[in-house]
């Protein structure tokens, strides 16, 4: 198994966000160092605790402090950018990278980020825009010859080479023939993993869900993989991501996490997101729990990876376990303050739990790459 890091951000709106970005670059350039294999960045544009409106620009400056870690878009939100512009800034980016770069990609899910843009979610305009999109980055990455796309959303010209100047399209990714592609998966029997199966796409499932729920994530994937005839996926490219912290005690850790910025995240923000989603049955084994159960008490114990190195690297054993194997846990990043807490739980995570698990090897099954 592999560990990486996730960052949406998350973090309470008010503080000094300067520092706060320039951190979030250190910590990164720190899991560069402690063998983090690779790193993602969220995008949002009207999200307070989650304040990152540009992930590539992100990307670009960790990539130009770091020396083996992969950094992915968490996602690029397609629906809200112009499709030549990300195939051409995505492609500059993976040359910038040598070829480190994953490319995730989304939908969006939040209703101002969708006002802000003018899009219209209730009628799924922001999922048709995807697909538009990803078709036209993916035409500009691999086609030779000009062409016109008259789509629903975008149109316009490749335009004809001028060879004697010279002038034209040019500007390819630096990994053949593009960068890997990956998409995150939220609801149960997700619809956008099932896409990821279908595509040959990294499937991420992201950091609510008990492994019961996370099952039929898996079940999406090989589902979609067979709906295009592909080979069956390798549980090996399965990301799934989770609060990690680890301390030198369970008690340390507990209260690290239940005091600081983690249960503080769940009790103000991530709830109540879901709740005005509907989508609290997420977080639930038991369909029948009601909401009130749903305390920060209940998802440290049983969804939650909290504790020392011993109690840390069983939790993941059993998750794995639970749901079959997967490739990588993407540990979900917080700032702590000072900061210096968090970096310990770092430390600790790759020196004691990492070399712990190492006899976690998921199936190597044959699987379609990444088109």
């Given at each position: 198994?592999?560990?990486?890091?996730?960052?949406?951000?998350?973090?309470?709106?008010?503080?000094?966000?300067?520092?706060?970005?320039?951190?979030?670059?250190?910590?990164?350039?720190?899991?560069?160092?402690?063998?983090?294999?690779?790193?993602?960045?969220?995008?949002?544009?009207?999200?307070?605790?989650?304040?990152?409106?540009?992930?590539?620009?992100?990307?670009?400056?960790?990539?130009?402090?770091?020396?083996?870690?992969?950094?992915?878009?968490?996602?690029?939100?397609l629906p809200m950018h112009d499709p030549r512009q990300v195939a051409?800034?995505?492609?500059?980016?993976?040359?910038?990278?040598?070829?480190?770069?994953?490319?995730?990609?989304?939908?969006?899910?939040?209703?101002?980020?969708?006002?802000?843009?003018?899009?219209?979610?209730?009628?799924?305009?922001?999922?048709?825009?995807?697909?538009?999109?990803?078709?036209?980055?993916?035409?500009?990455?691999?086609?030779?010859?000009?062409?016109?796309?008259?789509?629903?959303?975008?149109?316009?010209?490749?335009?004809?080479?001028?060879?004697?100047?010279?002038?034209?399209?040019?500007?390819?990714?630096?990994?053949?023939?593009?960068?890997?592609?990956?998409?995150?998966?939220?609801?149960?029997?997700?619809?956008?993993?099932?896409?990821?199966?279908?595509?040959?796409?990294?499937?991420?499932?992201?950091?609510?869900?008990?492994?019961?729920?996370?099952?039929?994530?898996?079940?999406?994937?090989?589902?979609?993989?067979?709906?295009?005839?592909?080979?069956?996926?390798?549980?090996?490219?399965?990301?799934?991501?989770?609060?990690?912290?680890?301390?030198?005690?369970?008690?340390?850790?507990?209260?690290?996490?239940?005091?600081?910025?983690?249960?503080?995240?769940?009790?103000?923000?991530?709830?109540?997101?879901?709740?005005?989603?509907?989508?609290?049955?997420?977080?639930?084994?038991?369909?029948?729990?009601?909401?009130?159960?749903?305390?920060?008490?209940?998802?440290?114990?049983?969804?939650?990876?909290?504790?020392?190195?011993?109690?840390?690297?069983?939790?993941?054993?059993?998750?794995?376990?639970?749901?079959?194997?997967?490739?990588?846990?993407?540990?979900?990043?917080?700032?702590?303050?000072?900061?210096?807490?968090?970096?310990?739980?770092?430390?600790?995570?790759?020196?004691?739990?990492?070399?712990?698990?190492?006899?976690?090897?998921?199936?190597?099954?044959?699987?379609?790459?990444?088109?």
């Open positions: 198994m592999k560990y990486g890091m996730f960052a949406m951000p998350l973090r309470p709106p008010g503080g000094d966000v300067t520092k706060e970005y320039h951190q979030d670059i250190e910590t990164f350039v720190m899991g560069d160092k402690l063998g983090y294999t690779e790193g993602w960045m969220g995008e949002h544009y009207t999200i307070p605790w989650e304040p990152i409106p540009a992930t590539d620009l992100f990307a670009a400056s960790v990539f130009a402090r770091t020396e083996n870690i992969r950094i992915g878009t968490g996602i690029v939100l051409l800034r995505i492609a500059y980016l993976d040359h910038l990278s040598k070829g480190r770069l994953n490319f995730g990609i989304g939908a969006g899910g939040a209703p101002t980020d969708f006002h802000f843009w003018d899009i219209d979610y209730k009628e799924g305009e922001h999922r048709a825009r995807m697909r538009e999109s990803i078709d036209v980055i993916k035409r500009l990455w691999t086609e030779d010859e000009p062409f016109e796309h008259n789509g629903e959303f975008w149109q316009f010209k490749v335009p004809e080479p001028m060879p004697q100047v010279p002038l034209g399209h040019h500007i390819r990714p630096y990994q053949d023939p593009h960068p890997p592609i990956a998409v995150s998966g939220l609801h149960k029997s997700s619809e956008s993993l099932f896409t990821a199966g279908a595509n040959g796409w990294i499937p991420m499932s992201i950091n609510y869900l008990p492994a019961v729920n996370l099952n039929t994530h898996w079940d999406a994937v090989c589902k979609g993989a067979a709906s295009t005839g592909r080979p069956p996926p390798r549980r090996s490219e399965w990301r799934i991501a989770r609060e990690v912290f680890v301390g030198k005690t369970d008690q340390e850790a507990r209260d690290h996490v239940l005091n600081g910025p983690i249960g503080h995240a769940y009790t103000n923000y991530m709830f109540n997101v879901l709740k005005s989603l509907g989508a609290t049955g997420l977080y639930k084994g038991d369909p029948d729990m009601p909401d009130e159960a749903l305390t920060a008490e209940y998802v440290c114990d049983n969804i939650w990876v909290v504790g020392s190195p011993d109690t840390v690297a069983e939790k993941l054993s059993k998750l794995y376990d639970d749901v079959g194997g997967f490739g990588t846990v993407l540990q979900i990043q917080y700032t702590y303050e000072p900061h210096q807490v968090w970096y310990d739980n770092m430390e600790l995570f790759a020196n004691k739990v990492m070399p712990a698990l190492a006899g976690l090897v998921p199936d190597e099954e044959p699987a379609a790459a990444a088109q």
